[in-house]
């Protein structure tokens, strides 16, 4: 009479351990019922209890006891099959990879991008060379490739022949001369609309504001100037860009400064800041004009205080008209001034300057230059 098909004698080592990851359930499921089989076979149950246990056939139980008996819990571990051979090669997924990168245009395909139908399509076709794959087996591979669908972007580098040059005198302003340069420019067209932007609010619970059809009440510009030793932000709206605000403004900044000493003023390339008025102006003046490179105005450093002037005053905002819209613009101002880099020495900075231009009777736009102005 044949003996039945049973593990033999569990170590003690060998028993926890198969305990512990029936218990646990955690880890792999082939794992885990192969514990299961070799715990019910130690514990006496028969061939078909425990295939009713774990949901397998008889054959499936009998090999792994048998493997068990011959290898230990090495068993465990399963050892999967190659699968079917691989329908395309490294080289096969290569050139697709490089095919999904190349506009159509250039294999020729009417096409500016390609869709995963229109790549499977082309890669079905190519004569002598034709690749056999479905759209998720396509999806999957650009993936595990690195290549994702991403929207395009626009991108323009500078012409300016004089690039370094500008560069180089606006960083020595910065750098060396700090506390007598200031950065100008204009910030618009500000319209009277609702401006949508972001804020807190109850989940799903945005808050709205109402759309507008006619907008009667047309633009203006903000006049901006940035003292960067001072760290101080102030200017004035006007209706439109000109040379007549830009030399004012350019005047008034001179003021801050009433000492005679050089100045330097960082300012983009509008062609209402080369006027040759406002460059003679300048050199009789000793206001030293630092031009951005061309189709660089990053390198003006008032754009980055530009960006939390439109968050916090025009973003999520919907003023009635263009005063409303002003005491908020000069409201923050006056706020960000007031949580300026050292409060108390630049207090006592702009008291003394107030002092000084209020006995000159120095005033910007009929209105007395502040910075909170």
């Known amino acids: 009479m044949t003996q039945p098909v049973k593990v033999r ?4 080592p060998e028993g926890q351990k198969l305990q512990r990851i029936v218990r646990r359930g955690t880890m792999s499921t082939v794992r885990y019922r192969r514990a299961m089989i070799l715990l019910a076979s130690a514990g006496g149950n028969t061939m078909a209890v425990i295939a009713r246990l774990v949901a397998a056939d008889e054959d499936t139980v009998r090999d792994v006891i048998h493997r068990f008996n011959e290898i230990g819990l090495a068993c465990l571990d399963p050892r999967w099959a190659g699968g079917r051979p691989r329908l395309l090669s490294p080289d096969d997924e290569a050139f697709i990879a490089q095919t999904a990168t190349t506009r159509p245009a250039k294999l020729g395909r009417p096409f500016t991008r390609w869709s995963i139908r229109k ?3 082309y890669l079905r076709r190519l004569p002598g060379r034709a690749l056999t794959l479905g759209r998720e087996t396509l999806r999957t591979l650009l993936v595990r490739h690195g290549i994702t669908f991403q929207r395009t972007k626009t991108w323009k580098e500078s ?4 690039f370094e040059t500008k560069l180089d005198a606006i960083e020595y302003a910065l750098t060396h001369r700090p506390e007598r340069t200031f950065a100008f420019d204009e910030f618009g067209p ?3 609309r609702p401006t949508a932007g972001t804020g807190w609010a109850p989940r799903g619970k945005p808050d709205r504001l109402p759309a507008t059809y006619r907008r009667t009440q047309g633009v203006t510009y903000f006049h901006g100037c940035y003292s960067v030793g001072d760290d101080l932000l102030w200017g004035i709206n006007r209706a ?3 040379i007549a605000p830009t030399w004012t403004a350019l005047k008034s900044i001179r003021t801050a400064r009433p000492d005679g000493a050089p100045i330097y ?3 983009d390339n509008l062609s209402a800041h080369k006027n040759w008025r406002i460059r003679t102006w300048a050199k009789n003046n000793k206001v030293r004009l630092l031009f951005t490179p061309t189709y660089a105005s990053w390198a003006n450093p008032i754009e980055a205080h530009f960006g939390p002037l439109r968050q916090f005053t025009l973003a999520n905002s919907d003023h009635p008209n263009h005063t409303v819209q002003t005491r908020a613009l000069h409201a923050y101002l006056r706020w960000r001034n007031a949580h300026a880099r050292h409060p108390d020495v630049l207090a006592a900075q702009r008291r003394e300057r107030a002092r ?3 006995e000159k009777g120095i005033r910007w736009g009929g209105r007395p230059l502040t910075p909170a102005a």
């Open 9 to 12: 004698r569990l170590t003690d």
């Open 119 to 121: 790549l499977l399509d």
């Open 159 to 162: 012409p300016d022949p004089d």
């Open 190 to 192: 500000l319209g009277i």
């Open 240 to 242: 439109r860009k000109g």
């Open 265 to 267: 003023v960082i300012l």
């Open 356 to 358: 000084i231009r209020s």
